[in-house]
């Protein structure tokens, strides 16, 4: 993918030093509070791997952040085709991201997702970007509603990737934003 820049941000695609980092990020017990997994360094590996190759074939995906000024790499943000939802329907992309702690509440998702929702909608033609997260997940909500993405209860769901060992992570909440919504957003924020 071609980088893409924003007032503070420079969002790539993965390189070799970013490894500690991504290792981090998914395995960290308040970054991974709503999750049912932990990985190790090899499964991390193999998952910045596949993000990588992703992303070179496709020009987007759950791409790295690095702080521009300091080139410090701080987690992912990015767009991602939700293919592993077998009951969306095809060709649904989703916005998601995970920052390592000492990166938050500094509005460096928000900024990041604004640029891809703004490379989805502008570059890629995208009619629609979602995003969902395990219900009490307040920090990503909160991140949704900043975006102008609308809550859809009526598609809420169980995600079928969390095992029954972990009830309290199976419900999950449904954002959705169209196009139109956000250009006429863009519009009143401008
Ligand atoms: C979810 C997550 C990415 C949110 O990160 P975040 O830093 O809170 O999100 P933002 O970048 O939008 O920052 C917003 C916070 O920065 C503050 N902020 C500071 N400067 C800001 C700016 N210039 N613009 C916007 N917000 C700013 C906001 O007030 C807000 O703070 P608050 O949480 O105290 O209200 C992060 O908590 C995370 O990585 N969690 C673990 C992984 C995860 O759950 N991922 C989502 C799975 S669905």
């Not at 791409?63 to 701080?74: L, P």
């Not at 767009?79 to 509440?105: K, M, Q, S, Y």
């Amino acid at each position: 993918m071609k980088p893409i820049r924003t007032e503070r941000l420079i969002l790539r695609n993965w390189e070799e030093r970013d490894r500690d980092l991504f290792h981090r990020i998914n395995s960290d017990e308040r970054v991974m509070e709503f999750f049912p997994f932990r990985r190790d360094r090899a499964t991390a590996d193999a998952k910045m791997d596949e993000f990588r190759a992703w992303i070179a074939e496709d020009g987007y995906g759950f791409a790295a952040a690095e702080i521009a000024e300091t080139r410090e790499c701080i987690g992912f943000v990015g767009l991602f085709d939700t293919d592993h939802l077998p009951f969306l329907p095809a060709g649904t992309v989703e916005i998601g991201w995970r920052l390592a702690p000492e990166f938050w509440g500094h509005g460096y998702v928000t900024e990041a997702a604004e640029a891809w929702l703004a490379h989805g909608f502008e570059t890629l033609g995208l009619e629609e970007i979602v995003s969902f997260a395990v219900r009490n997940n307040r920090r990503s909500t909160a991140v949704m509603e900043r975006l102008g993405m609308t809550a859809d209860p009526a598609s809420d769901f169980d995600h079928p990737g969390i095992p029954d060992s972990h009830p309290a992570l199976k419900r999950h909440v449904f954002y959705r934003l169209s196009r139109k919504d956000w250009q006429t957003r863009r519009r009143a924020v401008r």
